[in-house]
């Protein structure tokens, strides 16, 4: 299928001619019906509860994706998912390539058939192993190639091949290939990623086949660098594409530098399109991500660290291994109506998590209960008026003592969300 593109006034149906006309300065605004509708329902200030129309289903914003990097998370079926009412999954182009190919998924019909799910995937570019695997990857402007950590064949991915790959994964949500760089990186070579992130979204462009049935975002880098963010924020949405990520964070950088990129991004992306803060999985991130106007995040974090026995509840986290469990005969969450807070104590958790299965399984899942509840509570709050009373409550049952972390508290500010009754 072909784009129609519009440049100044003139219609063009060559991308790659589009995508030139963009590197000269040119303005270009997509033609082409996009694959999703977006629509902000209500909001606090900065803060937005949204509807996301993808072709697989109808999403709430705030959300959180959970990840499943090969089409499965651990220990967690997708009727189970469905049920605890997650939206949307995140896969991993990369790890989707290597095993069990594009090929073999496009065969089958998509990756939404392949693993019986009936609603939304998001699948992310590859970019992310550029940092997670580096040692064993050669960035250069064609692309990026890795050695395979399975049989050491080297696999190279090229801004084209990797949209080329998620067009036969079939994603909603499908992510343009980017330069990361880790985020305390400093110098030269951060500039060089963002400059390279700008010349790469043009080739995602003219390589995607499928913009009537999958959305491509793109994903503003730049590190903690201001200017470098604003110049490459700037360049992308030029391409008006369907939404827009905020990459290379939550990799080791201080809080005060994080939300602050935050800040600037969600202030200068469009405010009609979705806006997804990538790596994010910390319950009080999203909380301050959201009240900042950020719509979508993903990260590994709640079954992750579930499988190493620890449970989220609204005061924090609940060390299952602690000895304290031991004959501890609550719930996780006497609030949370989750099966595991129904029918498990924390002794038993404690006896069986980190030494069988069924002990990871359950704690992900209520830890992804936890999550989806996060999400729901964060956008009904927002269309309800009173999102600054559930941050609040949020804030109080975490740092009782009233010891909310300064960057919290800056970060609230730029919101405009009273927090001084949770300060002390």
Not at 4 to 11: A, F, H, P, Q, S
Not at 34 to 45: G, I, Y
Not at 69 to 90: A, F, R, S, W, Y
Request: a neutral charge.
């Amino acid at each position: 299928m072909i784009e129609r593109w519009k440049v100044l006034g003139t219609n063009c149906r060559d991308p790659a001619q589009c995508a030139t006309l963009v590197s000269e300065g040119m303005s270009v605004r997509v033609l082409a019906n996009m694959a999703l509708q977006f629509e902000v329902l209500a909001r606090h200030n900065l803060a937005r509860a949204s509807r996301l129309t993808l072709p697989h289903h109808v999403v709430q914003t705030p959300m959180f994706m959970p990840v499943g990097t090969q089409g499965v998370i651990k220990g967690i079926t997708c009727d189970q998912l469905e049920d605890l009412g997650c939206q949307i999954i995140l896969g991993n182009t990369y790890h989707l390539a290597l095993r069990p190919g594009a090929d073999l998924l496009e065969q089958m019909g998509g990756l939404h058939k392949f693993m019986n799910w009936p609603r939304a995937l998001l699948t992310d570019s590859g970019g992310f192993q550029m940092v997670s695997l580096l040692h064993l990857a050669n960035i250069t402007e064609e692309g990026v190639t890795f050695q395979s950590p399975v049989d050491g064949t080297p696999m190279l991915l090229t801004p084209e091949e990797s949209i080329q790959i998620q067009n036969k994964i079939g994603a909603d949500i499908i992510m343009a290939l980017d330069d990361v760089v880790k985020t305390t990186t400093t110098g030269p070579r951060v500039e060089e990623a963002m400059h390279r992130t700008i010349r790469w979204i043009d080739r995602c462009v003219a390589a995607h086949s499928r913009p009537t049935e999958q959305n491509l975002f793109a994903i503003v880098q730049g590190g903690l660098d201001l200017t470098l963010r604003d110049q490459c924020l700037k360049e992308l949405v030029k391409r008006n594409l369907p939404g827009y990520a905020i990459g290379g964070l939550s990799g080791g950088e201080e809080k005060d530098s994080f939300w602050r990129i935050v800040a600037q991004c969600t202030a200068g992306l469009p405010e009609d399109k979705p806006r997804y803060v990538m790596g994010v999985g910390f319950p009080l991130d999203i909380v301050v991500c959201s009240a900042l106007g950020a719509d979508m995040y993903d990260c590994v974090y709640p079954t992750r660290t579930g499988r190493f026995g620890s449970a989220l509840i609204p005061e924090g986290v609940l060390k299952l291994t602690n000895a304290s469990m031991a004959a501890d005969n609550r719930p996780l969450d006497p609030s949370c109506t989750c099966m595991v807070c129904k029918k498990y104590t924390r002794s038993y958790l404690h006896t069986i998590v980190t030494k069988e299965a069924l002990g990871s399984q359950l704690v992900s899942y209520h830890n992804i209960a936890y999550m989806m509840k996060l999400s729901q509570d964060l956008h009904t709050s927002i269309l309800e008026g009173r999102f600054p009373r559930f941050v609040q409550d949020f804030l109080q049952k975490q740092f009782p003592n009233g010891d909310v972390p300064k960057w919290v508290r800056n970060a609230m500010e730029v919101a405009e969300i009273d927090i001084s009754m949770c300060c002390f």
